[in-house]
């Protein structure tokens, strides 16, 4: 089944403890981007990457890095947390942004910071 | 910069109620336009798109949003709307350019359906 899938669901952590959020696709996807869903604010783009080894920062990258070392694969790592980055995030995977293809979502992860 | 505003945030309909969710983007060239919804707990899914062509696009579940190109519009619209149309809807924006990197969001209309 197609999918992109995200883990954990659901993260309680402390400021400070560095975590990881992984994604997978297994649809071939050239292109793989983050989110964060906040409340009146709708989805944030925090980084994306356009292919392996290719990544750039979206409109909110402050406090967390990317990697994308093999296609299928974009963790996304919060090296220090801090409480304002307690949010749902979701994890995206497109053919290619170029081709105009619609993105396909995991089903989130709900990070609390304390 | 490009930027998507969905004015209504919380709309409250009953049972087969018409439904017309706004949808305003800033950008001057050609878009690709998109609404998603988000259904309780669940994920965002595609519901329709438009990149060219015919400016009323269909989509699943008997929704559809017409291009109004002179209004910057793309508003999303259902004759008859259930109660299991409750959900989330984020309308998004791409510029039409080859090199387009990213999807701008707009913050979400939220709707409720009485039963």
């Known amino acids: 089944e197609a999918q992109v899938t995200q883990n954990p669901r659901y993260l309680i952590t402390v400021t400070g403890k560095k975590l990881t959020v992984t994604c997978s696709q297994n649809m071939n996807h050239e292109y793989m981007s983050w989110y964060r869903q906040d409340p009146g604010l709708g989805l944030r783009q925090i980084y994306y990457s356009m292919n392996v080894e290719v990544t750039d920062k979206g409109d909110v990258p402050e406090g967390y890095k990317v990697s994308r070392k093999e296609k299928r694969n974009f963790p996304l790592i919060l090296e220090s947390p801090s409480p304002n980055q307690t949010s749902l995030y979701f994890c995206a995977s497109s053919l290619s942004i170029q081709n105009n293809s619609p993105l396909h979502f995991g089903n989130g992860t709900r990070l609390t910071v304390t | 910069a490009q930027s998507v505003s969905q004015h209504n945030h919380h709309v409250i309909l009953s049972e087969a109620a018409s439904l017309e969710l706004g949808c305003n983007y800033s950008y001057g060239g050609t878009v690709n336009l998109f609404w998603y919804v988000q259904y309780p707990g669940q994920h965002l899914q595609l519901l329709l798109k438009y990149f060219s062509g015919d400016p009323l696009v269909k989509g699943i579940k008997g929704f559809e949003a ?9 508003n999303l619209r259902k004759p008859s709307v259930q109660w299991s ?6 309308c998004a924006v791409t510029a039409g350019y080859s090199s387009a990197s990213k999807i701008i969001f707009g913050s979400g209309t939220r709707l409720s359906i009485r039963p």
């Open chain 2, 66 to 74: 017409e291009f109004i190109k002179s209004k910057f519009s793309f």
């Open chain 2, 85 to 90: 149309d409750t959900a989330e809807y984020f």
